[in-house]
């Protein structure tokens, strides 16, 4: 077992303390960080904002944790995630799961060959993530999430 | 048995609520199917499942089904996962 989430996740893919005044900029954090490694195009940051208004906050998964997303389109280049851990907290308006603290980027080719990568998260989300916010440097961040994964 | 996790859009928490709604059937000893679907074909699909497990926005968009609609809040928390597929499954 070689790839962990850790390996995933370059430089490009991680923005550490990002400044969000809403849950919109915290959204387009973690897409323009998808788009930097090259997965996505602009237009998927914008399809991930399109999500949440027309469904709703349900991306909030756990608490302070939110999983931006769209459904695979061509504003998808390649299956990639980014990592975007908050300044201060955002209210994504979650009647569970407010304040967001951590946006995790999914971007899928299809409906299921990512389910690795998926597989991955759940290893490193489940359980205390107070750790892994307090990273300052993405090579803190992915000895951290190294260490956390089972 | 069939189980039907659904989100919006077929990639993300469906996916997750599936693997960990998995796990939590092995330890139980259960035998089930679970999909992952989205919204869209969520509803076509739950006609023929016995449980369904979304968030609370999606809940009521499942519409009148047999099947018992189960909201997850915390989909890494494998207790209340545990627990509330516990208490949805027949005797």
């Not at chain 1, 407010?98 to 690795?116: C, E, I, N, Q, T």
């Not at chain 1, 998260?121 to 999430?145: F, Y």
Request: with cysteine; aromatic share 4%.
């Amino acid at each position: 077992m070689s790839e962990t989430l850790a390996d995933e996740l370059s430089d490009d893919a991680i923005i550490l303390g990002a400044e969000a005044s809403d849950w919109r900029s915290a959204v387009r954090s973690a897409g323009d960080a998808l788009t930097a490694t090259g997965s996505t195009t602009d237009e998927y940051t914008a399809e991930m904002i399109r999500a949440v208004q027309e469904l709703g906050p349900y991306i909030v998964i756990a608490p302070s944790i939110a999983l931006a997303h769209s459904r695979p389109s061509p504003a998808v280049l390649k299956t990639g995630i980014s990592w975007v851990s908050l300044a201060n907290p955002v209210e994504f308006g979650h009647s569970a799961n407010d304040p967001v603290r951590l946006v995790v980027g999914l971007a899928a080719v299809d409906h299921d060959s990512h389910l690795a990568t998926m597989s991955n998260l759940a290893g490193v989300l489940s359980g205390d993530i107070d750790r892994l916010l307090e990273a300052t440097t993405p090579e803190q961040l992915r000895a951290l999430i190294r260490e956390h994964t089972q | 048995m069939k189980i039907v996790a659904v989100c919006g859009m077929g990639i993300g928490t469906s996916v997750l609520l599936k693997m960990n709604a998995e796990k939590v059937l092995r330890t139980l000893g259960v035998d089930a199917d679970v999909e992952a679907a989205d919204i869209g074909v969520a509803r076509g699909m739950a006609r023929d499942a016995q449980i369904v497990l979304t968030s609370e926005e999606f809940a009521s968009e499942i519409g009148e089904v047999a099947a018992k609609v189960i909201v997850i809040d915390n989909f890494f928390d494998l207790e209340e996962i545990t627990t509330k597929l516990t208490a949805a499954l027949p005797e």
